[in-house]
T-cell receptor, first 116, second 115 residues
Framework: AQKITQTQPGMFVQEKEAVTLDCTYDTSDPSYGLFWYKQPSSGEMIFLIYQGSYDQQNATEGRYSLNFQKARKSANLVISASQLGDSAMYFCAMREGGSGRRALTFGSGTRLQVQP | DAGVTQSPTHLIKTRGQQVTLRCSPKSGHDTVSWYQQALGQGPQFIFQYYEEEERQRGNFPDRFSGHQFPNYSSELNVNALLLGDSALYLC??????????????FGPGTRLTVT
């Protein structure tokens, strides 16, 4: 079974509007972390935001927020006030287990295009 | 402070050949992970090195091997290249951050094309 599912291959959003990128996950481990990365056409993965399974509040980093619904096993990324520079691939990833050194499992990604 | 660096940026190899990719982690980072990203897909974990030993391994054949040096830099070796090995190979280094989580920083990747 897929551990990370991103059901939106591509999304369009108008500049200055908000957009939500969906991510659902599957794990039986009570301790896990969820990550979002941005990958521009240059290829480098850029860390955006992190949510731990025991965190009570949704994570926020500037214009990025993570809508964490533990019972539904979803961790959607919300980008507010989209900018042209936000156009990129976005990947949701999960690290299972308590050890911070465990590997990340990535979803298939969502291509976001911001239109002027 | 330099980030994660990888070399070479691009390379082209022929089926059956062997290739070595290199990664220098971010300063002070002692853990290096390698990922393979095929076109249009998310990265897939290959293996991770810490204290010069392979600590975790993903579902990749033995043709994929690696090494970590005392200065924490790492190499990824792929033997008997197949067309399906064509991909972007990403290196990530990690360290326990002030946030309390192991933050993974990725390099720009090496684009390998096998013909």
């Amino acid at each position: 079974a897929q551990k990370i599912t991103q059901t939106q291959p591509g999304m369009f959003v108008q500049e200055k509007e908000a957009v939500t990128l969906d991510c659902t996950y599957d794990t039986s481990d009570p301790s896990y972390g969820l990550f979002w990365y941005k990958q521009p056409s240059s290829g480098e993965m850029i860390f955006l935001i992190y949510q731990g399974s025991y965190d009570q509040q949704n994570a926020t980093e500037g214009r990025y927020s993570l809508n964490f619904q533990k019972a539904r096993k979803s961790a959607n990324l919300v980008i507010s006030a989209s900018q042209l520079g936000d156009s990129a691939m976005y990947f949701c990833a999960m690290r299972e287990g308590g050890s911070g050194r465990r590997a990340l499992t990535f979803g298939s990604g969502t291509r976001l295009q911001v239109q002027p | 402070d330099a980030g994660v660096t990888q070399s070479p940026t691009h390379l082209i190899k022929t089926r059956g050949q062997q290739v070595t990719l290199r990664c220098s982690p971010k300063s002070g980072h002692d853990t290096v992970s390698w990922y393979q990203q095929a076109l249009g897909q998310g990265p897939q974990f290959i293996f991770q090195y810490y204290e010069e030993e392979e600590r975790q391994r993903g579902n990749f054949p033995d043709r994929f091997s690696g090494h970590q040096f005392p200065n924490y830099s790492s190499e990824l070796n792929v033997n008997a290249l197949l067309l399906g090995d064509s991909a972007l190979y990403l290196c990530a280094s990690s360290l326990l951050g002030t946030s309390g989580i192991y933050e993974q920083y990725f390099g720009p990747g090496t684009r390998l094309t096998v013909t």
